[in-house]
């Protein structure tokens, strides 16, 4: 069965302590990743799309990377604007359905 | 550019009652999919719309159903309502060939009391 797990569920930094958040999965033919940040009571903002391993993208302060199993988000610098839930999705080959992660909330201290 | 439009943004509804959300989707997107999101969850794939057609469905009971009008917009409806099913329905739109994310809009917040 396909599957999204994501690390830490919650991540607490100061101001500029540079982390990253994990994303596992097991997927049968990788057609996408997606990540995604949600402020509370809001909808899923989009931020990138990754498609093969040892891809990279960037923006601003976030840089998403993926390899065969994980992909990982990699915050520098965080500010406490960035605090929000970090979603991680897959979609699959064989069916195109997209699977979330639970997220990682991300809180950072002033 | 209107991104992608969901109404009403909160309702409070009795358990066995009938609902219907709505959404529109982002303009140039023609494709629509609703995802359930339990409070400190990710969202769950309900159902997938294209051509006013359900293309795909996740693990739902047939109790959750929707339509798609030829204008691209969707409704979700769920009848028999349980406590279960409190909860922040999401809208998201694409277009078929999905290279840049799905748009979501910003939800309806039922609760079923």
């Known amino acids: 069965e396909d599957q999204v797990t994501q690390s830490p569920e919650a991540l607490r930094l100061q101001e500029g302590e540079s982390s990253s958040l994990n994303c596992s999965y097991t997927?049968?033919?990788?057609?996408?990743l997606f990540w995604y940040r949600q402020d509370p009571g809001k909808g899923p903002e989009f931020l990138f799309t990754l498609y093969s391993a040892g891809e990279e993208k960037e923006k601003e302060r976030l840089k998403a990377t993926l390899t065969k199993k994980e992909s990982f988000l990699h915050i520098t610098a965080p500010k406490p604007e960035d605090s929000a839930t970090y979603l991680c999705?897959?979609?699959?080959?064989?069916?195109?359905?997209?699977?979330f992660g639970k997220g990682t909330r991300l809180h950072i201290l002033p | 550019d209107a991104g992608v439009t969901q109404s009403p943004t909160h309702l409070i509804k009795t358990r066995g009652q009938q609902v219907t959300l709505r959404c529109s989707p982002k303009s140039g997107h023609d494709t629509v999919s609703w995802y359930q999101q339990a409070l400190g969850q990710g969202p769950q794939f309900i159902f997938q719309?294209?051509?006013?057609?359900?293309?795909q469905r996740g693990n739902f009971p047939d109790r959750f159903s929707g339509h798609q009008f030829p204008n691209y917009s969707s409704e979700l409806n769920v009848n028999a309502l349980l406590l279960g099913d409190s909860a922040l329905y999401l809208c998201?739109?694409?277009?078929?060939?999905?290279?840049?994310?799905?748009?979501f809009g910003s939800g309806t917040r039922l609760t079923v009391v």
């Open positions: 999705a897959v979609q699959a080959e064989k069916d195109d359905k997209i699977i």
């Open positions: 719309y294209y051509e006013e057609e359900e293309r």
């Open positions: 998201a739109s694409s277009f078929v060939v999905l290279r840049h994310g799905y748009t």
């Open positions: 997927v049968s033919g990788l057609r996408g």
